[in-house]
């Protein structure tokens, strides 16, 4: 299973643009890179999925190296409602995505 | 898009008793769902891995008679937790593939608290 990096916690401050990169060196050439966002006492939402290059939804992108070993989750001029804890995580396609394994996250605060 | 429910949403019981908290996937069918665990300020820590019509697999470390799964229907997944104990009190939550295309992302449910006195 593909082991996930980030950094623990980051800060920001209303209007910025927010880049979080993941670190996954062990990808392995079925695997997806998705993004999940938690808020306390909820279950993780899911926010963007990507295998290379870039994707792009209504809330965030998703750049993605030739070499796939990192990713970086945008979100662009981001509110005090995206203060949250983001995860990056790896995982098979062709079976589900079966055993999905959360890594520390990277816990955003977003000020005024 | 795919939804994923949880019921209850906050549990609070006594020791020694046991509770039953339902995953479903209500617009969709999902023949594997997976369960996890989630302490105060701590990651997700996947307990068990549920299949429609056959036995769960467990991680290593998770007490599969302590923590019971059945997954009886393609929408509906059950995690009874057997004579709790305060131990036992955390986030519960679970998650199932959307559906469609194999590389549809897994949803999750809001979690079940659970809170045993």
């Known amino acids: 299973l593909a082991k996930t990096t980030q950094p623990i916690s980051m800060d920001s401050y209303e209007g910025q643009e927010v880049n979080i990169t993941c670190s996954h060196n062990?990808?392995?050439?079925?695997?997806?890179i998705t993004w999940y966002q938690q808020f306390p006492s909820q279950g993780p939402r899911f926010i963007i999925q990507?295998?290379?290059t870039k994707v792009t939804n209504e809330v965030a992108s998703l750049f993605i190296p030739a070499d796939r070993k990192s990713s970086t989750l945008s979100l662009p001029r981001v509110s005090l409602s995206d203060t949250a804890v983001y995860y990056c995580?790896?995982?098979?396609?062709?079976?589900?995505?079966?055993?999905?394994?959360f890594g520390t996250g990277t816990r955003l605060l977003v000020s005024p | 898009g795919a939804v994923v429910s949880q019921h209850p949403s906050w549990v609070i019981c006594k020791s020694g008793t046991s509770v039953k908290i339902e995953c479903r996937s209500l617009?969709?069918?999902?023949?594997?769902m997976f369960w996890y665990r989630q302490f105060p300020k701590q990651s997700l820590m996947l307990m068990a891995t549920?299949?429609?019509?056959?036995?769960?697999?467990?991680e290593q470390g998770v007490e599969k008679d302590k923590f019971l799964i059945n997954h009886a229907s393609l929408t509906l997944s059950t995690l009874t937790v057997t004579s709790a104990h305060p131990e036992d009190s955390s986030f519960y939550i679970c998650?199932?593939?959307?559906?469609?295309?194999?590389?549809?992302?897994?949803?999750f449910g809001n979690g079940t608290r659970l809170t045993v006195t």
């Open positions: 998650s199932a593939r959307g559906g469609g295309a194999l590389n549809s992302p897994l949803h």
């Open positions: 062990n990808i392995a050439t079925n695997d997806y």
């Open positions: 990507g295998y290379k």
């Open positions: 549920s299949n429609e019509g056959s036995k769960a697999t467990y």
């Open positions: 995580l790896v995982g098979d396609a062709n079976t589900g995505f079966q055993k999905l394994v």
């Open positions: 617009d969709f069918q999902a023949t594997t």
